[in-house]
């Protein structure tokens, strides 16, 4: 069974700096697509960064990146210029690209992250 | 577009009880699944659909019973409550493979006493 762990269940930031969020996976597939999702206290989970995992190159979205080293089974995140309403708790997920329950994600325990003003 | 909804927002229940959490989706999408989120363990998968008429259990389907009639609805249906259901329930629908997004909706939080 896949495994997602986030070893950092808090973090904080001071505003403007730049924070890296920890997750690492356990699976014997070589197809799986990873994401990070971000909830803020609303409770809505919001998709902020998917990597495949055929791809090399490292997946961007405006101040978010990850770094995503296959070998190791790790993927972090990086938030860049860190700002108030980046607030929220952070989970890490895998899927494979092959399934047969739907697209299950399975999800790390989650990091909340804290912005410093 | 509404995009997921779930009904209720919020529900306290006795032990013992039944009830049906709501989910909807305007998406047109065939895949549809329910995790509920306890603290500490992220989001765990209750029961999925791939299409109408299809639905298969997930990690945690014991307490948990559901239907898919209709390609909008997926109705999650707790036979008869218990405080170990205590949680916050997500539905989420997508297109297709895990290639494509999955949507949330606003997730309901139930409180078993």
């Known amino acids: 069974a896949q495994t997602v762990t986030q070893s950092q269940p808090e973090m904080s930031v001071q505003e403007a700096e730049t924070v890296t969020l920890s997750c690492t996976y356990d699976?014997?597939?070589?197809?799986?697509?990873l994401f990070w999702y971000k909830q803020p206290p609303s409770r809505q989970m919001i998709l902020v960064i998917r990597?495949?995992?055929?791809?090399?190159q490292n997946a961007t979205e405006n101040r978010f990146s990850v770094n995503f080293q296959k070998a190791a089974k790790s993927f972090s995140l990086k938030i860049s210029d860190s700002q108030l309403g980046d607030a929220a708790m952070y989970f890490c997920a895998y899927c494979p690209e092959f399934n047969n329950a739907g697209n299950m994600l399975t999800f790390g325990g989650g990091t909340r992250l804290m912005v410093k003003p | 577009n509404a995009g997921v909804t779930q009904t209720p927002k919020f529900q306290v229940l006795k032990t013992g009880q039944s009830m049906t959490l709501q989910c909807a989706q305007d998406m047109n999408h065939e895949y549809m699944s329910w995790y509920r989120q306890d603290p500490g363990m992220g989001l765990r998968l209750i029961h999925y659909?791939?299409?109408?008429?299809?639905?298969d259990q997930g990690e945690v389907p014991n307490g948990y019973n559901v239907s898919r009639s209709t390609t909008e609805d997926f109705p999650l249906r707790l036979l008869s409550a218990a405080p170990s259901q205590t949680s916050v329930y997500f539905c989420?629908?997508?297109?297709?493979?895990?290639?494509?997004?999955?949507?949330f909706g606003p997730g309901t939080r139930l409180t078993v006493t």
């Open positions: 699976t014997s597939e070589s197809d799986y697509y």
């Open positions: 989420a629908s997508s297109y297709g493979t895990a290639a494509y997004e999955q949507y």
């Open positions: 659909s791939v299409g109408a008429g299809i639905t």
């Open positions: 990597q495949e995992a055929y791809k090399q």
